[in-house]
């Protein structure tokens, strides 16, 4: 069965640091998300893709924040300088339609991001 | 703006006990509804959806959730739990704005089911 995939599974950085976390969505999949949980908080969207832009974003995804689709199969979330509070299980996810009855939205396991 | 309340932080079951979740929303539109669960270790994986039709929905592993319009209500239930459903339970809504849809989460409820 089709998945979603993401990459790394863990990754530990300095604050200040750029990070990129990488998603490969469900190959016929054309709306694409991200999303964040953390530490024993909700899981809270961040932004979402379709068409090569942004279709919406939270306001938690500021400037420090990008999202692109590289090539014709990954999906990336980049965090230019990191903080402290960036610290949090990030989730990728993908779906194949936007209209109502199709729009069930498929997860990755998640890349838990450490900021020291 | 859109919100899911989750009644219940924590519950522990014994085995073969009865599980019912709250859930309720606030949105004023057309709601997509889920439950996702998230087991120790693991991503996010879809229990059930309601999109419409048949308020009463079946999901996997023997769970079932009703839709209560009048209530903003989609709670989840179970007749008898098993250890093996010892996880985190996540109650959503699709929220449509500007054509575009997003999930709105409930702030989790972790089940514990002892033997």
């Known amino acids: 069965e089709p998945e979603v995939t993401q990459t790394p599974s863990h990754q530990v950085t300095q604050m200040g640091q750029e990070v990129i976390l990488r998603c490969v969505p469900i190959?016929?999949?054309?709306?694409f998300y991200w999303y964040r949980q953390i530490l024993g908080q909700k899981v809270e969207f961040l932004v979402s893709?379709?068409?090569?832009?942004?279709?919406?974003k939270s306001e938690i995804f500021d400037d420090q924040f990008s999202v692109e689709r590289p090539d014709g199969s990954n999906f990336t979330l980049k965090i230019r300088s990191t903080k402290l509070e960036d610290s949090a299980m990030y989730f990728c996810a993908s779906s194949e339609f936007e209209v109502d009855s199709r729009n069930e939205q498929f997860f990755g396991p998640g890349t838990r991001l450490t900021v020291l | 703006a859109q919100s899911v309340s989750q009644h219940n932080h924590h519950v522990i079951l014994s085995e073969a006990a009865s599980l019912e979740l709250g859930c309720n929303y606030s949105y004023g539109g057309t709601v997509n509804l889920f439950w996702y669960v998230q087991y120790p270790g693991q991503h996010l994986q879809l229990l059930l959806k309601?999109?419409?039709?048949?308020?009463l929905v079946k999901g996997i592993k023997g769970f079932e959730a009703e839709f209560i319009k009048s209530k903003f209500s989609f709670n989840l239930r179970k007749p008898s739990v098993q250890w093996s459903d010892t996880a985190e339970y996540f109650c959503?809504?699709?929220?449509?704005?500007?054509?575009?849809?997003?999930?709105?989460f409930g702030a989790g409820t972790r089940l514990a089911v002892h033997p």
């Open positions: 893709f379709y068409n090569n832009e942004i279709s919406e």
């Open positions: 959503a809504v699709n929220a449509r704005t500007g054509g575009y849809n997003k999930l709105i």
């Open positions: 190959s016929n999949h054309l709306y």
């Open positions: 309601y999109f419409s039709g048949d308020p």
